[in-house]
């Protein structure tokens, strides 16, 4: 089984915040830098901000979205807290700005 989710904060620092509530990442100290990782099962598309979306003469078609997105694909159900700590886009995107393959 595949998991898909949106998800949508205002900032890397409280998307990384929000998966690490989850426990979906972990987050070690090596070399006094923070690393973030994920376990199996687990995938993360750090997207970030969404451009407009502009025509050839330069004029905005599509507004973009200033909020920090990343795509969360899992290979196993989550639980109801960890559905509850994730900043789920709802409804969701029926034109999303990318998506796993």
Same mark, same amino acid.
């Given at each position: 089984m595949i998991l898909d989710f949106m998800l949508r904060t205002r900032s890397e620092r409280e998307m990384n915040e929000a998966l690490?509530?989850?426990?979906?990442?972990?987050?070690?100290?090596?070399?006094?830098?923070?690393?973030?990782?994920?376990?199996?099962?687990?995938?993360? /598309?750090?997207?970030?901000?969404?451009? /407009?979306i502009l025509d050839e003469d330069g004029y905005v078609q599509k507004r973009g979205d200033s909020g920090y997105h990343a795509n969360l694909r899992t290979s196993f159900e989550l639980t109801a807290e960890q559905l509850s700590s994730l900043p789920i886009v709802t409804p969701t995107p029926t034109t999303p700005y990318r998506v796993f393959f």
């Open positions: 690490l509530e989850s426990g979906l990442l972990k987050m070690k100290v090596m070399e006094g830098e923070e690393v973030f990782y994920w376990g199996p099962g687990v995938e993360i /598309d750090y997207i970030g901000q969404i451009p /407009d």
